[in-house]
Each structure stands twice: as C-alpha cells, then as structure tokens.
Antibody, heavy 119, light 110 residues
Framework: QVQLQESGPGLVKPSETLSLTCTVS????????WSWIRQPPGKGLEWIGY?????????NYNPSLKSRVIISVDTSRNQFSLKLNSVAAADTAVYYC???????????WGQGTLVTVSS | QSVLTQPPSVSGTPGQRVTISCSGS????????VNWYQQLPGAAPKPLIY???QRPSRVPDRFSGSKSGTSASLAIGGLQSEDQADYYC???????????FGGGTKLTVL
C-alpha cells in the first residue's frame, strides 16, 4: 500500500498563494487518481479536486474552489501538488492528500498538514 | 452546509448496535456507491466501507454499510470504546461533478 506525506508552509498570509506538495512512496504515482481534501478546524471534510497522473494530467476541481485551484503532478519525483491562490482566513484547514480509486473514492490518505492563513 | 446530511451525534453503550444515517439526493447517493470513513481524534480519516457495503480486509465485520434510495446507513454492532470517533459518508455527485462528504457524525460510547 502506498504512503503519502504532505509538506509545505504552515502559515500563509491573506491574499497570497498556498502551496503544498504530496510525496508518494511505496508505489508509482503514474496512472492513478490523486486528490486533495481539506478540513477546517472542528469542521467536516471538503474535497478540493483530483488529478489523473497519465500523460494528459486530467484534473477535476470542486466548483466552489475551481477559480483558485491548480493541482499538478511531477511523475519524475513521484509527487503531486496543490496551489490555492488568493487565500483568506476561511482557507485555514488541515490539508490531506489522498490516492483515489475512480469508483470507490479516496482509499489511502496522508497524515494531513495544518495550514493557517493569517497576517 | 454539506450536500450529504448526517446527524451531528449518536451514542451507545458497549455491546450495543448503532446506526448512522447519510441522506442525499438522486444526483449522488441514488446514482452512486457510498463510502464511509472513520476519523479518530487528531488522525486522518480511514476508509471503513467502500462501494456502499464492502469492507477493507482490516475492518472487522461489526461494521456494515447499506443504501436505499437517496439514503445510506452505517451500522456498528457490538460497540466498543475504541469505536468512539467521527464518521463521514462520501459519494460522487453527478450534478456537481465532484466528490461530496457528509458533515460528519460524532459517535460517543457511554
């Protein structure tokens, strides 16, 4: 079973860009679906989007975040990344990366990383 | 407001059977399979049920899932103290073209 580990700054200023990377180990990142999911403190889970790591790099984003999100993949490093721009306090959350099965959804999760948006 | 509706909390005593409901619509639960996740305090969610009623090999058969129409349920039999956690349902929504989660249910073992 693959293992996933999120990394990136834990503090981002309002209006700036949140950038996170997920490193996949124990298997190849190619030809699988990879997703980002977040959880504001004390609240529920919200799907951000996913990428399919083939040559096309097809993406699909949550409509409520679509205008601010980019998910990309670097197969040479076995990593995929999240960029969320124009962040505000409401974007403060634990961000999880996950491997996704197209039929059964997220099936392997990283441990999560807390990102706080504050000046 | 979550697309899928779960009760905020449920409780039970050790050995008891409890169920957690997840209410959706024709664009999500009626049309697609449902997943359930268990989230222990301070930890990442873990898959508990996938494709409505399938269990990963590590999950005991005390946990079971079902679906009828636009609602799904998670049943936990023989309740144990270690089952105290938050539980989330999730499925694909064809109208939103994305994955949606329930708001989560906190299970307390009395």
């Amino acid at each position: 079973q693959v293992q996933l580990q999120e990394s990136g700054p834990g503090l981002v200023k309002p209006s700036e860009t949140l950038s996170l990377t997920c490193t996949v180990s124990g298997g190849s990142i190619s030809n699988y679906y990879w997703s980002w999911i977040r959880q504001p403190p004390g609240k529920g889970l919200e799907w951000i989007g996913y990428i399919y790591s083939n040559y096309r790099g097809i993406t699909n984003y949550n409509p409520s975040l679509k205008s601010r999100v980019i998910i990309s993949v670097d197969t040479s490093r076995n990593q995929f990344s999240l960029k969320l721009n124009s962040v505000a306090a409401a974007d403060t959350a634990v961000y999880y990366c996950a491997k996704m099965d197209p039929s059964s959804g997220p099936d392997s999760w990283g441990q999560g990383t807390l990102v706080t948006v504050s000046s | 407001q979550s697309v899928l509706t779960q009760p905020p909390s449920v409780s039970g005593t050790p050995g008891q059977r409890v169920t957690i409901s997840c209410s959706g619509s024709s664009s999500n639960i009626r049309s697609n399979t449902v997943n359930w996740y268990q989230q222990l305090p301070g930890a990442a969610p873990k898959p508990l049920i996938y494709m409505t009623n399938q269990r990963p090999s590590r999950v005991p058969d005390r946990f079971s899932g079902s679906k009828s129409g636009t609602s799904a349920s998670l049943a936990i039999g023989g309740l144990q103290s270690e089952d105290q956690a938050d539980y989330y349902c999730a499925t694909w929504d064809g109208s939103l073209n994305g994955w949606v989660f329930g708001g989560g249910t906190k299970l307390t073992v009395l």
